[in-house]
Structure formats: structure tokens, C-alpha cells
């Protein structure tokens, strides 16, 4: 069966350091993977899309790569901020266009 | 432009009994998931709808759970009768379409069944 693996150990880093969390995913070949942010109490936040055919993708901040061959996404915040500390979701493209969400990775960002 | 709108925020219920939880979607938005997220863990769907119509369906427990999406709008999603590993929240979804887009999500309903 199709199974997304995401750190669950929290990350800890100092602010202005780079984040960087993994997301593997075994059993199948997504077209697409998405990632997105989940504070307490909330739902989840579209952060960034990246398709099979893209190598890596940036947005502010944040870069997603995606490497098909090892069939992982890593995801990294660079300059971080304590704003950014929350549980950040792996999503990778399951059938009918729906999407698998890891358990997601917490990080907490320290002054 | 308004996001997502669920209701009730938070429900407590005993085993047994029946409950409701309502979703209003992004206007314009074709597509509506309805999620499950247990505690530590990630959001797992439940039932896609393409306008009226179903999609996906396959992990909900259709022996107690029930959705349905009139006009293509509006949605509700029942469970009766509840079980104690009900306890979860659910979150609300939609999308411009089924075509790779992002999903915004409603803040989710909170179920406690004792």
C-alpha cells in the first residue's frame, strides 16, 4: 500500500538557521506532491506544489525538490523565524487527483 | 474572499449517538473533501466530491458515516451510530477543481465521543 514517511521527532534549530525536513514515500509514483503548513487548532495551509517534471521549486523562503528516483521530498526554510514553528505536511498525489497526507513534521524555531 | 467555513467548531457526544457536522466551501469551488485527522496524526480523506457527484469514497466507513453535497455547494457529514475511535477532527475542503490544485481547508471540527 502507498505509505508517506515524515520525521515525527520534532526539529528544533535556532532562528536564522535552515530548516530542513524529508518526506519518503514508497509504492507508488506521484504526478504531484504538495506541502503544507498546520497550526494548532487550525487547518492546513497550502504552502507549495511540485510536479514530477520539476526538480525543484522556491517561493520566498521556503524550496521544495522532489527526487523521483529516491522518491523523496525535502523541504527547507531558510532564514527561519519563530513565526515559522508548526507541524508541516507532506502530500503527495494519490489516485483520482486525491491526496495522501503524511503525519507531518513539527519545528519549532527558537529565538 | 471568505475561506471555509465549518460548523460546530467542537462536539461532544456519547457513544451511540448520531452527529452532524456541516461545511460551506470556497464559492466557485467544484471540488469538496471531507478529512479525518486523529491526534499526531495526518489527514486522512474520507469522501471527494466533484460538484454533486462522489469521486472517492473508498475510506469511508460507509456502514455508519453518510456525506452528501446538495446543489453542489453545501455539504454534511453524518455519523451514527458514533464509536469512541470516532474521536478525531474533522476538516473540510475544497478545490477550484480536480486538476492538481491546492486545497484550502476549513478550521475543522473537533469530536470528542465518550
Known amino acids: 500500500s502507498q505509505k508517506i514517511e515524515q520525521n515525527s521527532e520534532a526539529l528544533n534549530i535556532q532562528e536564522g538557521k535552515t530548516a530542513t525536513l524529508t518526506c519518503n514515500y514508497t509504492n507508488y509514483s506521484p504526478a504531484y506532491l504538495q506541502w503544507y503548513r498546520q497550526d494548532p487548532g487550525r487547518g492546513p495551509v497550502f504552502l507549495l506544489l511540485?510536479?514530477?517534471?520539476?526538480k525543484e521549486k522556491r517561493k520566498e523562503r521556503l524550496k521544495v525538490t522532489f527526487d523521483t528516483t529516491l522518491k523523496q521530498s525535502l523541504f527547507h526554510i531558510t532564514a527561519s523565524q519563530p513565526a515559522d514553528s508548526a507541524t508541516y505536511l507532506c502530500a503527495p498525489r494519490g489516485g483520482y487527483n486525491k491526496l495522501i497526507f503524511g503525519a507531518g513534521t513539527r519545528l519549532a524555531v527558537h529565538p | 474572499e471568505a475561506g471555509v467555513a465549518q460548523s460546530p467548531r467542537y462536539k461532544i457526544i456519547e457513544k451511540r449517538q448520531s452527529v452532524a457536522f456541516w461545511c460551506n466551501p470556497i464559492s466557485g469551488h467544484a471540488t469538496l473533501y471531507w478529512y479525518q485527522q486523529i491526534l499526531g496524526q495526518g489527514p486522512k480523506l474520507l469522501i471527494q466530491?466533484?460538484?454533486?457527484?462522489?469521486?472517492?469514497d473508498s475510506q469511508l466507513p460507509k456502514d455508519r458515516f453518510s456525506a452528501e453535497r446538495l446543489k453542489g455547494v453545501d455539504s454534511t457529514l453524518k455519523i451514527q451510530p458514533a464509536k469512541l475511535e470516532d474521536s478525531a477532527v474533522y476538516l473540510c475542503?475544497?478545490?477550484?477543481?480536480?486538476?492538481?490544485?491546492?486545497?484550502?481547508f476549513g478550521p475543522g471540527t473537533r469530536l470528542t465521543v465518550t
Open positions: 511540485i510536479r514530477e517534471n520539476e
Open positions: 466530491f466533484q460538484n454533486n457527484g462522489v469521486v472517492d
Open positions: 475542503a475544497s478545490s477550484l477543481d480536480l486538476e492538481g490544485r491546492e486545497q484550502y
